[in-house]
């Protein structure tokens, strides 16, 4: 059975860090492009960030760019988000979601963590 | 940037048939996606490739993409059917989700 379980959300003050985690299990994780999608609440779906499964390459939406970094450890079949000078517009639920590239589609996604960004 | 354009809301009776369209700039050169959200759940693709359901998707749900617009199509709606959902193609190599459509089966 596929899954994907985040974990590392919680509430931080304006400026601050969070790092979020998201174990895979059940799938070959390293033949999967990954990504960070969040919704904040009461609205809709906003994709944060995405990692390639072979080439590394790494893309970030404007919103988060410069200040969020995503990342992946094969050996421990887990993605990363470090997420930097955190605004009140970051809260959220972050979910993390495999690409299945058959597919071409977001086909495996985890229950989510709650980012709360407030003083 | 791309965008996807969705309606809001929309409403439909059992059994009937609703149809949900998501517009983009020349969305039939690419794949849709299609993803349902119920209230409290991450959200689970419906369909993939612009007409392929995933295995467990029932036989009710159906998409279509040409020119500026994707469709999904829902035939004889269900009350379980009442959801949210997003429309997602891609844009170079990255993700673009629609504002989402909330389904209403009353």
């Known amino acids: 059975e596929v899954q994907l379980v985040e974990s590392g959300g919680g509430l931080v003050k304006p400026g601050g860090s969070l790092r979020l985690s998201c174990a895979a299990s059940g799938f070959t994780f390293s033949s999967y492009n990954m990504n960070w999608v969040r919704q904040a609440p009461g609205k809709g779906l906003e994709w944060v960030a995405s990692i390639s499964n072979r080439n590394g390459y790494i893309y970030y939406a404007d919103s988060v760019k410069g200040r969020f970094t995503i990342s992946r450890d094969y050996a421990k079949n887990s993605l990363y988000l470090q997420m930097n000078s955190l605004r009140a517009e970051d809260t959220a639920v972050y979910y993390c979601a495999g690409v299945d590239t058959a597919m071409v589609a977001l086909a495996y996604w985890g229950q989510g963590t709650l980012v709360t960004v407030s003083s | ?106």
């Open chain 2, 1 to 106: 940037s791309y965008e996807l354009t969705q309606p809001p809301s929309v409403s439909v009776s059992p059994g009937q048939t609703a149809s949900i369209t998501c517009s983009g700039d020349k969305l039939g050169d690419k794949y849709s996606c299609w993803y349902q959200q119920k209230p409290g759940q991450s959200p689970v693709l419906v369909i993939y490739q612009d007409t392929k359901r995933p295995s467990g998707i029932p036989e009710r749900f159906s998409g279509s993409n040409s020119g500026n617009t994707a469709t999904l199509t829902i035939s004889g709606t269900q009350a379980m059917d009442e959801a949210d959902y997003y429309c997602q193609a891609w844009d170079s190599s990255t993700v673009v989700f629609g504002g989402g459509t909330k389904l209403t089966v009353l």
